[in-house]
């Protein structure tokens, strides 16, 4: 049984197997609005009639984003284009990807400390709410854990053969989402700190390969009238009013535990503790990864200064997004989960290797136990009270199973239509409009089917 444990497939399996309890169940109750369905939509006229496709879903800065995400879901829809087996698809890479961290964590750390970081990351709500929608932030680990690993190749093991693909991945990881775009900035001021010596024509050529998805964005934006309208949107939101937001500096704490949920439920979550009281006493527990993260921090400047740069991405990525006067929304800070986890990770082994005593050993493998379970407390509560709710008051919306009940009973006379599946796909788009029944009476315009279309114009 010691040999069986000691073998790394096994522990890669386990990982796998538990960061799929929460990511690849209850499907029917994920978050799926305007954006998921717009997605979706694209990728089914994709399918249709394939184009290049130039542009992405417009994000909050009135800028239209690259169509990275967009080739990806293709790629993961040729399985299947239905939303639920997406979102499953999804969850599953995200699943793996969990099992491929332990990994990078046991390569660069030790044992204990990547059992701990894993299995946090499998079970941190934002990382399992980020990580099952169809949605560009739930697959920025896709290309986040693989750029991590070649940073600690090229900082730790003093690897230079591996500039290439790191900045191929950064490239992409700012197509992916604007995050990305602070990563990659964060990521060259470590370089500098660190004075690693970059080979500039393997960064370089990387550069231009991570590019050739941006390629019919630029085309799009120089053959547009007037030229680069995402330009002029740019310029129009730096001069939109915004303030310097404090909470990016909470977040990056907050990423790792239940807290800062009020905005996913919105008025619903008065609702959600007068049903589950004890959450009120689970901020207590979360509260503590905030002494544990920061005591993290101080063991890497002291005692474990090879891993500075994880301490650079964890205090810079907020404070540029904090001077740049970026919203301190959590789905920015997906990016940052493995680097929080990481650190609470190495807090506690450091600690735990430091303590000779078995009493105080132990306390701080209970403690870890009771974080965890707060946790996974934390995501059964979430998950039943989506299940019984299921329209909620906030960011979240009604979830999957109540849109798709929706449609299908606004659209099952038009079952017999050739085109049906992609009159289901438009409609998910409108599913929360007040205007649903005008948008429909369009698309069969468009159609030629005039009395489709004045039936739904007059409902």
Same mark, same amino acid.
Not at 104 to 129: C, D, E
């Given at each position: 049984?010691?040999?069986f444990?000691?073998?790394?497939?096994?522990?890669?399996?386990?990982?796998?197997?538990?960061s799929s /309890?929460?990511r690849?169940?209850?499907?029917?109750?994920?978050?799926?609005?305007?954006?998921?369905?717009?997605?979706?939509?694209?990728?089914i @006229?994709?399918?249709?009639?394939?184009?290049?496709?130039a542009?992405?879903?417009?994000?909050?800065?009135?800028?239209?984003?690259?169509?990275?995400?967009?080739?990806?879901?293709?790629?993961?829809?040729?399985?299947?284009?239905?939303?639920?087996?997406?979102s499953?698809?999804i969850?599953?890479?995200?699943?793996?990807?969990?099992? /491929?961290?332990?990994?990078?964590?046991?390569?660069?750390?030790?044992?204990l400390?990547?059992?701990?970081?894993?299995?946090?990351?499998?079970?941190s709500?934002?990382?399992v709410?980020?990580?099952?929608k169809i949605?560009?932030?739930?697959?920025?680990?896709?290309?986040?854990?693989?750029?991590?690993?070649l940073l600690?190749?090229i900082?730790?093991?003093?690897t230079?053969?591996?500039?290439?693909?790191?900045?191929a991945?950064?490239?992409?990881?700012?197509?992916?989402?604007?995050?990305g775009?602070?990563?990659?900035?964060?990521?060259?001021?470590?370089?500098?700190?660190?004075?690693?010596?970059v080979?500039?024509?393997?960064?370089l050529?990387?550069?231009?390969?991570?590019? /050739?998805p941006?390629l019919?964005?630029?085309?799009? @934006?120089?053959?547009?009238?007037?030229?680069?309208?995402?330009?002029?949107?740019?310029?129009?939101?730096? @001069?939109?009013?915004?303030?310097?937001?404090?909470n990016?500096?909470?977040?990056?704490?907050?990423?790792i535990?239940?807290?800062g949920?009020h905005?996913?439920?919105?008025?619903?979550?008065?609702?959600?503790?007068?049903?589950?009281?004890?959450?009120n006493?689970?901020?207590? /527990?979360?509260?503590?990864?905030?002494?544990v993260?920061?005591?993290?921090?101080?063991f890497?400047?002291?005692?474990?200064?090879?891993?500075?740069f994880?301490?650079?991405?964890?205090?810079?990525?907020?404070?540029l997004?904090?001077?740049?006067?970026?919203?301190?929304?959590?789905?920015?800070?997906?990016?940052?989960?493995?680097?929080?986890?990481?650190?609470?990770?190495v807090?506690?082994?450091?600690?735990?290797?430091?303590l000779?005593?078995?009493?105080?050993?132990?306390?701080?493998?209970?403690?870890?136990?009771?974080f965890?379970?707060?946790?996974?407390?934390?995501?059964?509560?979430?998950?039943?009270?989506?299940?019984?709710?299921?329209?909620?008051?906030?960011?979240?919306?009604?979830?999957?199973?109540?849109?798709?009940s929706?449609i299908?009973?606004?659209?099952?006379?038009?079952?017999?239509?050739?085109?049906?599946?992609?009159?289901?796909?438009?409609?998910?788009?409108?599913?929360q409009?007040?205007?649903?029944?005008?948008?429909?009476?369009?698309?069969?315009?468009?159609?030629?089917?005039?009395?489709?279309?004045? @039936?739904?114009?007059?409902?």
């Amino acid at each position: 049984m010691k040999r069986f444990f000691q073998k790394t497939t096994v522990w890669v399996s386990i990982f796998f197997l538990l960061s799929s /309890i929460f990511r690849l169940s209850n499907l029917n109750l994920m978050e799926f609005k305007s954006d998921e369905a717009t997605t979706v939509f694209q990728t089914i @006229q994709f399918f249709d009639r394939p184009y290049l496709i130039a542009r992405g879903l417009i994000s909050g800065t009135g800028v239209y984003n690259f169509p990275l995400f967009n080739y990806l879901i293709i790629i993961i829809a040729a399985v299947s284009k239905d939303p639920q087996v997406l979102s499953w698809m999804i969850a599953l890479i995200n699943s793996v990807l969990v099992g /491929i961290f332990f990994l990078l964590v046991k390569r660069y750390y030790n044992f204990l400390t990547a059992i701990l970081a894993a299995t946090l990351l499998a079970f941190s709500p934002w990382a399992v709410i980020f990580s099952r929608k169809i949605w560009a932030q739930d697959l920025i680990n896709l290309l986040l854990i693989p750029i991590l690993w070649l940073l600690h190749e090229i900082i730790l093991k003093k690897t230079t053969k591996v500039f290439l693909p790191l900045f191929a991945l950064l490239t992409l990881l700012i197509q992916l989402h604007g995050s990305g775009l602070f990563f990659a900035a964060v990521t060259v001021i470590v370089l500098l700190i660190l004075r690693v010596r970059v080979k500039f024509k393997q960064a370089l050529a990387g550069i231009l390969i991570g590019l /050739i998805p941006i390629l019919p964005y630029v085309f799009f @934006q120089i053959n547009s009238y007037p030229s680069c309208p995402d330009c002029e949107a740019f310029l129009n939101y730096q @001069q939109s009013f915004r303030i310097f937001d404090f909470n990016n500096f909470l977040k990056p704490f907050q990423i790792i535990s239940g807290l800062g949920y009020h905005f996913v439920l919105g008025k619903s979550y008065t609702d959600f503790i007068a049903v589950y009281p004890l959450v009120n006493q689970l901020k207590y /527990i979360f509260f503590t990864g905030f002494f544990v993260t920061l005591m993290g921090i101080l063991f890497v400047i002291a005692k474990k200064q090879k891993y500075l740069f994880l301490v650079i991405y964890f205090v810079t990525l907020p404070f540029l997004f904090f001077i740049t006067k970026t919203p301190a929304y959590m789905h920015y800070f997906v990016i940052i989960i493995p680097v929080s986890t990481l650190l609470f990770a190495v807090s506690l082994s450091t600690a735990y290797s430091f303590l000779r005593n078995k009493l105080l050993r132990a306390s701080i493998i209970t403690y870890f136990l009771l974080f965890l379970a707060s946790n996974i407390a934390f995501l059964i509560f979430f998950n039943n009270f989506l299940a019984v709710k299921k329209q909620i008051d906030g960011d979240y919306g009604p979830v999957y199973s109540v849109t798709k009940s929706f449609i299908e009973k606004e659209t099952s006379d038009y079952k017999s239509l050739p085109y049906y599946q992609f009159l289901k796909s438009y409609a998910y788009m409108y599913a929360q409009s007040k205007n649903f029944h005008t948008k429909l009476g369009e698309f069969f315009l468009e159609k030629g089917e005039y009395d489709l279309a004045a @039936q739904e114009l007059k409902k």
